[in-house]
């Protein structure tokens, strides 16, 4: 089995920072692209950042200059650096990597549970 588990969540006022972990864990012979995707109430959920294996980043149009996804491949880990946070950041942030199991062909998407941003004063 593979478990994505995301950490670094809670409350922070607006300005504010927070970074987010995500760990991968279990039996597997790979990770490719990693990601952060968030959904608020309401909403679709929607791609924050997104980074290849080899250090290649893109980020959604509403955090770029804000945000910084980051990977530590040896530690099977992606972050999420939040600064200059703002309400409408509030949101669940769930964490999705590309992994190939042993003896599979091709890669499959995983996902965390996710956690939760509150941006408010």
């Known amino acids: 089995q593979v478990q994505l588990v995301e950490s670094g969540g809670g409350l922070v006022q607006p300005g504010g920072s927070l970074r987010l972990s995500c760990v991968v864990s279990?039996?597997?012979?790979?990770?490719?692209?990693m990601g952060w995707y968030r959904q608020a109430p309401g909403k679709e959920r929607e791609l924050v950042a997104g980074?290849?294996?080899?250090?290649?980043?893109n980020y959604g149009d509403s955090v770029k200059g804000r945000f910084t996804i980051s990977r530590d491949n040896p530690k099977n880990t992606v972050y999420l650096q939040m600064n200059s946070l703002k309400p409408e950041d509030t949101a669940v942030y769930y964490c999705?990597?590309?992994?190939?199991?042993?003896?599979?062909?091709?890669?499959?998407?995983?996902w965390g549970r996710g956690t939760q941003v509150t941006v408010s004063s």
């Open positions: 999705n990597a590309g992994i190939i199991r042993p003896f599979a062909s091709r890669q499959s998407d995983y």
């Open positions: 279990g039996s597997f012979f790979s990770i490719n692209a």
């Open positions: 980074i290849t294996r080899g250090g290649s980043t």
